[in-house]
């Protein structure tokens, strides 16, 4: 098929010169994937296009026994698919053409795969289409090393995988294991992957070209596959598949809502793939993606993705290079946001220190993070040596002592002003002139906290969510003095702890506090006067939110809750005016999560469940009869109103890094692409007279 009226980057490259092809020795043909316009080896179409007229020049009839395809380097195979071009492109036709091409290169070399033998050499990040070309050839080889990672996560852009993915995955490790790898979009490290049966053999990076040699001239065992007897009592008994693929969809269900309909996709090729033809998998694979690129979900996911890859170059400078993430850290305050950051650095291979004056909170802290190591360690996702380093890295101490090479501290104090900056102060006498100075302040000033700091330009806010562990988001907020070099290094620390970092201005509540706000007020607003809880909680979950607004406050803790909104409130005025009702939860105290009851009642095994009193503390049944759109609309609109305030006000760098902190950092719905994006979809005239309304 050719190749023309398919999209194109900008600067693609001559023809042929995105695949070299070399003959190392009589009877081997060797394939490097190396993109002279990539910094990056991306599956884009100049390099398919290449790829295809590489195997037309490979002939077993003319002595050729073994094809090895490589990457430019041992760890640097291919990166998938084009993201840009599927963000792109909005005709189904168009994409229909593009994999039915593609499908045709891999048919290509599946068929030279029954006549010689075919390895594929892959090392490092090896995702989606980069793993749908490594499953075309016979033998899956991989280099041993930790940033080795395999798999087909495109159900988390929305889409499937189309180029092969869906039906040669089952046939290679079976139906049940294919949909648990597909739908979770999980990428694998080594030795989870050579377990599953997703790669064939492995080597250390430096062997890899070797030991791929050796393979494709019959010079080792080449590995043979598992499925044997399983192949027909579970892939190809239609009963057996009937029962697979009916517990995979009430599961998939249950924890999406039926809000992503790439999964709904998936699960049927995966679950047929073994029983369809190559032919007729190829073309449903090319219908769906050509359906599902085109869609919404598709390209709100996408554009998250796309911000988040966009977050990742914040610490870099003005000629593109990196800024180093620091080596030695320490944290103060040993309560549950300080132990768990000072725990996580200590992890990701940061010496860290951990500061607090009571010695009961170091040790608690630390008793934590060893905890947490060991789970790691039983769950295998970290190796004996790296826990026990993880634990070596963190030590406690209940003075600023030992801090003479220490290269930024983060203060996780109370919040109260005046002890922030006493910690600051000690901290300047205590560290080198020029090391970081961050706060976690969630509702003070960057600008008051380092104001009266030597060196102000090293200050910045470095806010994480809670549970630190689990929460991607970082908010980086710059005071009115912090250098542009402060900024960057705050951002190369995010990234180094898996964070991923969104600038956002000095204002109260920064960015995700100052938006949730409004609609944890409307949430309760709307319970104070007579909505059901439970109905209120249905309606929001089923709009996409992660829980209820009531759930959520029980999580942070309704004592937190009432103060940020009372510092919300102070700071904006009457459009923040908290509602009275949690006045009634704490003088009862009745705290949420951690004290066992809140709006619900949590009790130590088992699920929560909403507490039975719930009626008796609301104040009239005004909006008992209010319908569900309005009632989504109060909530979702409020975060909406603010939002577009934040960005009028510069509060961050543009709509879609908006979007991007309030899905990371409130969990808002991912496939509604952020709460900017779903005023967009619906329409901004539509949106106002919905508000208008509201208001009347």
Not at 556 to 582: K, N, Q
Request: hydrophobic share 45%; glycine share 10%.
């Amino acid at each position: 098929m050719g190749w023309t009226g398919l999209p194109l980057p900008e600067n693609a490259p001559a023809i042929g010169s995105c695949v070299r092809i070399e003959r190392p020795e009589p009877g081997l043909v060797e394939l490097t994937l190396d993109p002279p316009h990539r910094e990056r080896t991306v599956l884009d179409v100049p390099l398919w296009r290449d790829l295809e007229l590489a195997l037309e020049e490979i002939n077993p009839d003319a002595g050729d026994r073994g094809l090895v395809i490589r990457g430019r380097e041992p760890l640097h195979f291919a990166y998938g698919a084009d993201i840009d071009a599927i963000a792109a492109v909005r005709d189904a036709a168009v994409v229909r053409r593009l994999v039915e091409a593609v499908h045709a290169v891999l048919a290509r070399l599946e068929k030279l795969g029954r006549r010689m033998h075919t390895v594929a050499a892959i090392g490092g990040p090896v995702p989606g289409g980069a793993y749908e070309l490594s499953l075309a050839c016979r033998t899956i080889l991989v280099a041993d090393h930790p940033t080795t990672r395999v798999g087909l996560p495109e159900t988390k852009l929305g889409i499937v995988p189309g180029w092969g993915g869906c039906h040669r995955l089952p046939r290679r490790i079976g139906v049940p294991a294919a949909l648990g790898a597909i739908l979770a979009g999980r990428l694998f490290d080594v030795r989870r992957a050579l377990k599953l049966g997703m790669v064939d053999r492995k080597t250390p990076p430096e062997y890899l070209e070797r030991i791929a040699r050796d393979l494709a001239l019959g010079r080792k065992a080449r590995p043979k596959g598992k499925r044997g007897v399983w192949r027909w009592l579970i892939d190809k008994n239609p009963a057996a598949i009937a029962l697979i693929e009916r517990r995979a969809r009430r599961e998939t269900l249950r924890k999406t809502g039926g809000h992503y309909p790439a999964l709904e996709e998936a699960l049927e090729l995966v679950a047929h793939g073994p029983t369809t033809s190559r032919r007729d998998a190829a073309a449903k694979e090319a219908d769906a993606v050509g359906r599902l690129a085109t869609g919404e979900v598709c390209k709100n996911l996408v554009r998250l993705f796309q911000t988040s890859e966009a977050a990742k170059k914040l610490d870099r400078d003005g000629e593109g290079g990196r800024v180093a993430p620091p080596s030695r850290a320490a944290v103060i305050g040993a309560g549950v946001m300080g132990g768990a950051i000072a725990g996580l650095a200590a992890q990701k291979g940061i010496a860290t220190r951990l500061v607090d004056l009571s010695p009961e909170a170091v040790d608690a802290a630390l008793v934590e993070h060893q905890r947490e190591v060991a789970r790691l360690r039983n769950r295998r996702r970290l190796p004996r040596h790296e826990a026990n380093a993880a634990l070596d890295r963190l030590d406690g101490s209940t003075r600023l002592v030992g801090l003479g090479r220490t290269q930024v501290a983060i203060e996780a104090v109370a919040e109260t002003l005046s002890v922030k900056r006493s910690v600051f102060a000690e901290l300047a006498k205590a560290m080198p002139a020029d090391a970081l100075l961050a706060t976690n302040t969630s509702s003070l000033s960057v600008s008051a906290i380092g104001a009266e700091v030597p060196n102000p330009e090293r200050v910045v806010g470095i806010h994480f969510f809670n549970p630190v562990r689990r929460m991607p988001l970082v908010e980086v907020v710059p005071s009115k003095t912090t250098s542009e070099e402060t900024l960057r290094r705050a951002c190369a620390l995010a990234l180094s702890l898996g964070k991923t970092p969104v600038v956002v201005s000095d204002v109260a509540g920064f960015l995700v506090n100052r938006v949730l706000g409004p609609y944890l007020d409307e949430a309760l607003r709307l319970f104070s006067l007579g909505v059901s809880p439970g109905r209120l909680e249905r309606l929001l979950l089923d709009f996409g939110m992660p829980m209820g607004p009531l759930r959520l406050l029980d999580e942070v803790g309704i004592d937190i809750a009432d103060h940020a909104a009372r510092s919300l409130f102070e700071a904006y005025g009457e459009r923040m005016r908290p509602v009275a009702v949690l006045d009634k939860f704490l003088e009862a105290g009745r705290l949420g999560r951690k004290r066992g009851q809140g709006f619900y009642h949590w009790p130590e095994r088992g699920k929560p469940e909403l507490a039975g009193d719930l009626t008796a503390l609301q104040t009239s049944a005004e909006l008992e009869d209010l319908g569900d759109r309005e009632i989504v609309d109060r909530c979702i609109l409020a975060m909406g109103v603010e939002a577009a305030r934040c960005l009028g006000e510069g509060v961050v760098s543009g709509p879609a890094e908006l979007d991007l902190a309030l899905v990371y950092g409130t969990g808002f719905a991912p496939f509604r692409g952020g709460v900017l994006r779903y005023i967009e979809s619906e329409g901004p005239a539509e949106v106002i007279e919905r508000l208008a309304a509201l208001r009347e």
